[in-house]
């Protein structure tokens, strides 16, 4: 089933449409559920805090890929860290210069980690839907607040008035847009969350 969702994000009207699973199985509870089967890379999505870094080098490491950091790719390529990309080129200019490096990220057998902005780039998710199965690490918004620090530091795009409830509430959509697997992080260790993704990937 395909559903639809509507809201407005700087001034546009955006529609979603819940993209359709291809690859499933059955869980016990009859339900189904995306695998990683044929995809070459695993792609993690997720609000900053959610551990796709951490979770994505263990990750890794279990399944003998390769570890990638979109963010560290951007902050290579532009030799700038992300919070000095915001200060220059604002919020919209870094959102392009995310969206433009992810769309050319080129990798085979790697975990990749993504900024928790790279949702809104239409053109870099469609990429990353295409060379790997995209996994949303999904957290309460209380689990997020508890772990985030400063926002500014770590190079979270927010706009003016913005606040991180109103971020939350607005990628949340977005994330579960572009998944191909929803994993609930909430309450568990990084090692059950691997294993139920490595599970899964050798499903």
Do not use: W
């Not at 949702?119 to 790997?132: D, P, Q, S, V």
């Not at 999904?138 to 927010?158: F, N, P, Q, W």
């Not at 260790?189 to 499903?203: G, P, T």
């Amino acid at each position: 089933m395909e559903v639809c969702v509507c809201f407005c994000y700087n001034k546009k009207r955006i529609t979603i449409q819940k993209y359709q699973n291809s690859n499933t199985i059955k869980t016990r509870e009859g339900k189904n559920m995306e695998t990683m089967q044929g995809k070459k890379n695993i792609v993690l999505i997720g609000m900053p805090g959610a551990g796709k870094s951490t979770v994505g080098v263990v990750l890794a490491k279990r399944l003998g890929y390769r570890f990638m950091d979109s963010d560290l790719v951007i902050q290579e390529q532009t030799k700038k860290l992300l919070h000095e990309l915001i200060t220059e080129h604002g919020v919209d200019g870094f959102l392009k210069i995310e969206e433009d490096i992810n769309a050319g990220l080129d990798c085979e057998q790697a975990v990749i980690a993504t900024g928790g902005s790279v949702i809104y780039g239409e053109k870099a998710m469609e990429h990353l839907r295409k060379i790997g199965c995209v996994v949303y690490l999904k957290l309460s918004y209380k689990e997020i607040e508890d772990r985030l620090g400063d926002l500014t530091a770590r190079g979270v795009a927010l706009k003016n008035g913005q606040t991180l409830k109103d971020l939350y509430n607005e990628r949340c959509l977005l994330y579960e847009k572009y998944a191909h697997i929803v994993q609930e992080c909430d309450h568990k260790r990084v090692r059950e969350i691997v294993q139920e993704l490595a599970s899964q990937a050798n499903a």
